[in-house]
């Protein structure tokens, strides 16, 4: 409020306490500012804003909240409260696209940060209802939701005379875990009897059992002003249920003043389908992850940066690396003021993790057939004796003498590195001490936390990398791989499917053994590395039995191929069952040739025909592989790769990462 409002001394709804004839009086409190006015409460003892002690500390305090509210400029708010220290942590990730989304819906953005009872921070929340009774229509949002960009405005999907938030249920009723909200409720219910009209009474209590299937979550909720004052701030002390505020809000908020939000608008990690649900939901929430604060940042900011792309936390946990790890490599020093013969001096040196057959080693081929005559050579780091004979025509070392001769006779040195493992490894990786020119290349994703790390390792000049992700989160440059169409005549013949990938486990190869099994009447053209020394038992045994065995008629196995014309010329489909991908160059050179696809959302499966939600059951699969083989003769996205994934823009952006 910018100025004083009170006529005379008394009791003052701004402050919520008596304003007396003497001073800090009403008279010297129309004699201040705005700012003035909002330093004086700051400043006033903890204690003044109680209005009631809870009895003990089972029970949160009643205190008067204070929040002076920004100028109003429209008749929708979307407001966020970050209490505490780590609410705004989270908020820090998910601010930007909060505040977009309110510009988007033609709504003020409201930011109450501070924490006014840290008897029970979670009381905090109740500020909202100054902020629902100031507006037409009030979107709150809980720190840990992360909006799409395409969410559609929810003021106008929403009705004015309901409440809508998402009942959750359901979610517990999956789990079997609803008693401790039955109890929860109950315990509310029975210490607030009074207040409860006897229709609500009626509702809850049956032959004299309390009963409850309703829980409205209270991380979305959209409140309209008339019926702010179903959500606030209860008149007596209360007990501290960490989900108190939805639990009152269930019990209150009267059936036909209620609209049952989808999870479109509330995808809750809580929820046993998750994952699945990112596929089409605008409102990601990120909620049950209190007690694991890092993989719940990791998460959001994945998201924050349009990657809704599956990262289950068994597969964060497998993935962490620290920079501290870095820090206890055995690095090998040598004097590189020397003479040596290998390498014939000039102008790159590549330093490649593993040269096996791949995404990255494609990428390098087209990086190769443009600059091979300005390369020295490259070594591949990390021994993997069945692809010692792979160069990509340049000269290849092998040990650590080869590494510090390369870097010496180079003038660019490329880490093409994703992982550094406990091997020895040259001093001047870290030190470099001649002051080369450092580009580091990354063709991993987001979930490929080692990135975080490994640049604070190599300081690099400039950082390339194939997932359009990674480049908004280091900004790095963004070159993708270069995608042609073949010269090939199309002849499909329905029923025949292409599905080529390095066969491991996150490329799907066990959804794809399902969709094989439960398609006898398809025949599957598998055209990939497979590369057993690298596979757990259990993926081997089943690669083998289900598979690769002559039993299995339907599964044709051509390993690597270096030539996929005659699969592109003749398959009807083709299936990209991958988990993750920084790119997809399996898939997008499929489009680019015209074939229709079916994939999850990973990579460059996003243009694919049609697409398949995380975590879906092998059956929505098959019946969507039906479809589009029946269905679609052509990909959609076909001119759309060949267009941004060319060999012009591939070579005119190392130029400029190269000689610029």
């Given at each position: 409020?910018?100025?004083?409002q009170?006529?005379?001394?008394?009791?003052?709804?701004?402050?919520?306490?008596?304003?007396?004839?003497?001073?800090?009086?009403?008279?010297?409190?129309?004699s201040?500012?705005?700012?003035?006015?909002?330093?004086?409460?700051?400043?006033?003892?903890?204690?003044?804003?109680?209005?009631?002690?809870?009895?003990?500390?089972?029970?949160?305090?009643?205190?008067?909240?204070?929040?002076?509210?920004?100028?109003?400029k429209?008749?929708?708010?979307?407001?966020?409260?970050?209490?505490?220290?780590?609410?705004?942590?989270?908020?820090?990730?998910?601010?930007?696209?909060?505040?977009?989304?309110?510009?988007?819906?033609?709504?003020d953005?409201?930011?109450?940060?501070?924490?006014?009872?840290?008897?029970?921070?979670?009381?905090?929340?109740?500020?909202?209802?100054?902020?629902?009774?100031?507006?037409?229509?009030?979107?709150?949002?809980?720190?840990?939701?992360?909006?799409?960009?395409?969410?559609?405005?929810?003021?106008?999907?929403t009705p004015?005379?309901?409440?809508?938030?998402?009942?959750?249920?359901?979610?517990?009723?999956?789990?079997?875990?609803?008693?401790?909200?039955?109890?929860?409720?109950?315990?509310?219910?029975?210490?607030?009897?009074?207040?409860?009209?006897?229709?609500?009474?009626?509702?809850?209590?049956?032959?004299?059992?309390?009963?409850?299937?309703?829980m409205?979550?209270?991380?979305?909720?959209?409140?309209?002003?008339a019926?702010?004052?179903?959500?606030?701030?209860?008149?007596?002390?209360?007990?501290?249920?960490?989900?108190?505020?939805?639990?009152?809000?269930?019990l209150?908020?009267?059936?036909?003043?209620?609209?049952?939000?989808?999870?479109?608008?509330?995808?809750?990690?809580?929820?046993?389908?998750?994952?699945?649900?990112?596929?089409?939901?605008y409102?990601?929430?990120?909620?049950?992850?209190?007690?694991?604060?890092?993989?719940?940042?990791?998460?959001?900011?994945?998201?924050?940066?349009?990657?809704?792309?599956?990262?289950?936390?068994?597969?964060?946990?497998?993935?962490?690396?620290?920079?501290e790890?870095?820090?206890?490599?055995?690095?090998?020093s040598?004097?590189?003021?020397?003479?040596?013969?290998?390498?014939?001096?000039?102008?790159?040196?590549?330093?490649?993790?593993?040269?096996?057959?791949?995404?990255?080693?494609?990428?390098?081929?087209?990086?190769?057939?443009?600059?091979?005559?300005?390369?020295?050579?490259?070594?591949?780091?990390?021994?993997?004796?069945?692809?010692?004979?792979?160069?990509?025509?340049?000269?290849?070392?092998?040990?650590?003498?080869?590494?510090?001769?390369?870097?010496?006779?180079?003038?660019?040195?490329?880490?093409?590195?994703?992982?550094?493992?406990?091997?020895?490894?040259?001093?001047?990786?870290?030190?470099?001490?001649?002051?080369?020119?450092?580009?580091?290349?990354?063709h991993?994703?987001?979930?490929?936390?080692?990135?975080?790390?490994?640049?604070?390792?190599?300081?690099?000049?400039?950082?390339?990398?194939?997932?359009?992700?990674?480049?908004?989160?280091?900004?790095?440059?963004?070159?993708?791989?270069?995608?042609?169409?073949?010269?090939?005549?199309?002849?499909?013949?329905?029923k025949?499917?292409?599905?080529?990938?390095?066969?491991?486990?996150?490329?799907?190869?066990?959804?794809?053994?399902?969709?094989?099994?439960?398609?006898?009447?398809?025949?599957?053209?598998?055209?990939?590395?497979?590369?057993?020394?690298?596979?757990t038992?259990?993926?081997i045994?089943?690669?083998?039995?289900?598979?690769?065995?002559?039993?299995?008629?339907?599964?044709?196995?051509?390993?690597?191929?270096?030539?996929?014309?005659?699969?592109?010329?003749?398959?009807?489909?083709?299936?990209?069952?991958?988990?993750?991908?920084?790119?997809?160059?399996?898939?997008?050179?499929?489009?680019?040739?015209?074939?229709?696809?079916?994939?999850?959302?990973?990579?460059?499966?996003?243009?694919?025909?049609?697409?398949?939600?995380?975590?879906?059951?092998?059956?929505?699969?098959?019946?969507?592989?039906?479809?589009?083989?029946?269905?679609?003769?052509?990909?959609?996205?076909?001119?759309?790769i060949?267009?941004?994934?060319?060999?012009?823009?591939?070579?005119?952006?190392?130029?400029?990462v190269?000689?610029s």
């Amino acid at each position: 409020m910018p100025e004083c409002q009170c006529e005379n001394a008394g009791w003052c709804d701004l402050f919520k306490k008596e304003m007396t004839y003497d001073p800090p009086n009403w008279q010297w409190c129309k004699s201040l500012s705005e700012d003035q006015r909002r330093d004086y409460f700051n400043k006033m003892d903890s204690t003044v804003r109680v209005l009631k002690k809870a009895p003990d500390e089972t029970k949160a305090d009643i205190v008067n909240f204070f929040d002076i509210l920004p100028e109003k400029k429209s008749k929708y708010a979307v407001c966020v409260i970050p209490a505490n220290d780590s609410a705004m942590e989270l908020l820090d990730i998910t601010r930007s696209g909060v505040k977009k989304y309110a510009e988007k819906c033609g709504a003020d953005y409201i930011e109450l940060s501070g924490d006014q009872n840290p008897n029970w921070p979670m009381s905090n929340k109740y500020r909202l209802n100054r902020v629902a009774k100031a507006y037409d229509k009030t979107l709150y949002l809980d720190c840990d939701i992360v909006v799409k960009d395409d969410a559609p405005n929810i003021f106008e999907l929403t009705p004015d005379d309901k409440i809508s938030a998402y009942d959750e249920y359901e979610i517990f009723k999956q789990r079997n875990d609803t008693g401790w909200i039955r109890k929860q409720q109950e315990s509310i219910f029975l210490t607030t009897l009074d207040s409860f009209p006897e229709e609500i009474k009626e509702e809850y209590v049956k032959n004299g059992e309390f009963i409850t299937e309703s829980m409205i979550n209270g991380g979305v909720l959209v409140v309209p002003n008339a019926l702010a004052d179903y959500y606030k701030q209860p008149s007596s002390p209360y007990t501290k249920f960490w989900c108190f505020d939805q639990h009152l809000l269930t019990l209150e908020l009267p059936e036909e003043k209620f609209n049952n939000l989808t999870h479109k608008f509330n995808c809750e990690y809580e929820g046993k389908y998750f994952w699945y649900f990112t596929h089409d939901s605008y409102f990601i929430h990120l909620n049950g992850l209190n007690n694991k604060p890092e993989y719940r940042k990791y998460v959001l900011n994945q998201f924050s940066l349009g990657d809704f792309t599956l990262n289950k936390e068994e597969q964060y946990n497998n993935t962490k690396f620290h920079f501290e790890n870095l820090k206890k490599v055995n690095l090998v020093s040598k004097n590189l003021d020397y003479d040596t013969d290998f390498f014939v001096k000039n102008k790159i040196g590549i330093f490649f993790n593993n040269l096996m057959p791949g995404g990255a080693l494609t990428w390098l081929n087209d990086f190769v057939s443009f600059y091979k005559d300005d390369i020295t050579g490259i070594v591949a780091v990390e021994d993997v004796p069945e692809y010692n004979d792979v160069t990509c025509g340049l000269k290849r070392g092998f040990t650590i003498d080869h590494m510090h001769e390369l870097y010496e006779k180079s003038d660019i040195i490329i880490y093409w590195i994703y992982w550094i493992h406990s091997m020895p490894i040259p001093d001047f990786w870290l030190l470099n001490p001649k002051n080369k020119k450092i580009i580091f290349i990354s063709h991993g994703s987001l979930r490929v936390s080692v990135i975080d790390d490994i640049l604070k390792f190599f300081k690099p000049d400039k950082f390339v990398c194939v997932d359009e992700h990674v480049v908004k989160k280091h900004n790095g440059i963004h070159i993708p791989p270069i995608i042609k169409e073949k010269d090939i005549t199309r002849n499909p013949i329905r029923k025949n499917v292409l599905w080529h990938h390095r066969l491991e486990t996150n490329k799907g190869l066990s959804i794809l053994l399902d969709i094989i099994e439960a398609m006898p009447d398809y025949t599957f053209h598998i055209a990939g590395n497979w590369i057993p020394s690298i596979c757990t038992q259990e993926i081997i045994n089943s690669v083998e039995t289900r598979m690769l065995s002559p039993d299995i008629s339907n599964v044709f196995f051509y390993g690597l191929l270096e030539d996929m014309s005659d699969l592109f010329s003749m398959c009807s489909l083709s299936l990209s069952t991958s988990l993750d991908e920084s790119f997809g160059i399996s898939i997008a050179e499929s489009i680019a040739n015209g074939i229709p696809s079916v994939s999850s959302s990973a990579g460059v499966g996003k243009y694919s025909d049609k697409i398949i939600p995380y975590e879906a059951h092998y059956s929505e699969w098959v019946k969507e592989i039906r479809i589009c083989d029946q269905s679609i003769k052509e990909a959609k996205n076909k001119s759309f790769i060949k267009d941004n994934y060319s060999s012009d823009h591939f070579k005119q952006s190392w130029d400029n990462v190269l000689w610029s």
